[in-house]
């Protein structure tokens, strides 16, 4: 396992060699898919998913893939979500980003710094604001950076990441500002939305914290700015949200990730990700020999959820019931096996998995009025309705 991810310098450029695998993974002539928070967020969340972990760190474009082996995504932002998200930002941050300045409190916004991030390439766009930032430092006034640039070594990939703004204060300190186009109604917004909102800052302040290291007098505000719009209306309002707890799980989660050339040597000889060139059988045999971590919440976070969900019940794999489950059934890791147990024709009955799954079959039966003679066993199924008793018994 990789222990890449601290807060120490920033990532150095990867190797020219790890450069060349990534690009025959997904193509030559393929563009990389960038990285972006709330995907390494998805990620974080998922750490032991070798297969996500290298389609992320490979630029493989996973809505794409998804849809190239017959299982598109079932979810994403509509057009119009992201056009009104769009338009609120752009109100925020009119006239110099004065509305948002005064939201954190400042006396004069009209003379707060503002400087010039343009640069490239996203290597040259992070070179430039790690520059601005020490200098808005250095300078002691109140500085927007507009859609900076943060760069963040992931598994051995570095990932370059676009926080809709970071405000450095006179006293060192800097913000992460987060612009979100949902509601904040009588003060309170969505805890989900929050939390997810939450989980994506915490990647960007743990970019922050890479440069700050370089930095004199330079620290990173663990308590972020969520601007969003104030009841129904289109006039922004903002909330200080406090991310410690979401940055030290994603520190911790990212840590374990496993680096991206020890997945990629593990690979059969041939297999790649070309969307161009390969067939949807051969991306299918090519995604199967990267081992997966399928969990229901993979649904709402991963582009591949449903391909892998059905790989997953294929296989008679007990993941897709929820980490739960799986947890309480221990050893027992296929659904026939825990039918199986259930009914007592294998298992031990010393193990309390084991002992739980029988009680819960005996109860399932007295509730159908199956223990009659003549009666018939459950029959295999999705094992959905005996792990879930076992759930409620063990």
Known sequence: MSTSLDSGPPPHAPATALRQRMAELRGPSTA????????????????????????????????????????????????????????????????????????????????????????????????????????????????????????????????????????????????????????????????SKVGAAARQAAVYVLALERVAALTKDASVDHSVLLVCPKDFSNLPTASAVDVRKQLSVTRRQLARLTRVEEIASALPDGVGFDLESCSSGELASAVGSVPAAYAPECLSACELALHCRERARSAGAVEPLGRAVRGELGGLTAVPEVLSAARGESGDPADPAVAALRRAARLRAEALGAGAPGAQAPVAGTGEETAGAGRGTA
């Open 32 to 191: 990389p898919h960038p990285l972006d928070a709330r995907a390494l967020a998805a990620l974080a969340a998922n750490p032991g998913c070798k297969r996500r972990a290298l389609l992320d760190g490979a630029g493989v474009d996973k809505a794409a893939l998804a849809r190239a082996l017959g299982s598109p995504a079932a979810f994403g932002q509509s057009q119009f979500a992201f056009m009104r998200g769009n338009a609120f930002e752009a109100r925020v941050k009119a006239d110099g980003g004065t509305e948002l300045l005064g939201l954190l409190g400042v006396a004069d916004p009209h003379g707060a710094l503002v400087p010039d991030l343009t640069a490239a390439g996203p290597e040259g766009r992070a070179a430039r604001t790690a520059l601005a930032l020490r200098e808005a430092t250095g300078a002691g006034v109140w500085t927007l950076l507009d859609h900076p640039m943060l760069a963040l070594e992931v598994a051995g990939s570095p990932a370059f990441l676009e926080p809709d703004a970071v405000v450095v204060h006179p006293d060192g300190r800097w913000t992460v500002v987060e612009i979100k186009s949902f509601p904040m109604v009588d003060g309170s917004a969505d805890p």
